[in-house]
Nanobody
Framework: QVQIVESGGGLVQPGGSLRLSCAAS????????MFWYRQAPQKERELVAH????????SYADSVKGRFTISRDNAKKTVYLQANSLKPEDTAVYYC?????????WGQGTQVTVSS
């Protein structure tokens, strides 16, 4: 079955960096676009970035453009989110998502807290 597991969150000071990882299994990873979303307390879940199956095309929310980079390693079936120059407003639970054969799959999320 499809499984998605995020890791790499934590507490970081403003201006710091984190690399989030999302390990996937149960489907042909390289064939599917992967997404990172985030949800801050009392806010809607928002799309942060996505990357196509071959890793050729990416896109970012305006709020993270120039600071975050999404990438993937299809051999490891893992997608990454490198988050630099973190701000307090980046504090949220970060989720990895994909849609496989018409079904939605979410990971359990990883908490990122940006605070001094």
């Amino acid at each position: 079955q499809v499984q998605i597991v995020e890791s790499g969150g934590g507490l970081v000071q403003p201006g710091g960096s984190l690399r989030l990882s999302c390990a996937a299994s149960g489907f042909t990873f390289s064939s599917y676009t992967m997404f990172w979303y985030r949800q801050a307390p009392q806010k809607e879940r928002e799309l942060v970035a996505h990357i196509t199956g071959a890793g050729i095309s990416t896109s970012y929310a305006d709020s993270v453009k120039g600071r975050f980079t999404i990438s993937r390693d299809n051999a490891k079936k893992t997608v990454y989110l490198q988050a630099n120059s973190l701000k307090p407003e980046d504090t949220a639970v970060y989720y990895c998502y994909t849609r496989v054969r018409g079904a939605d799959y979410w990971g359990q999320g990883t908490q990122v807290t940006v605070s001094s």
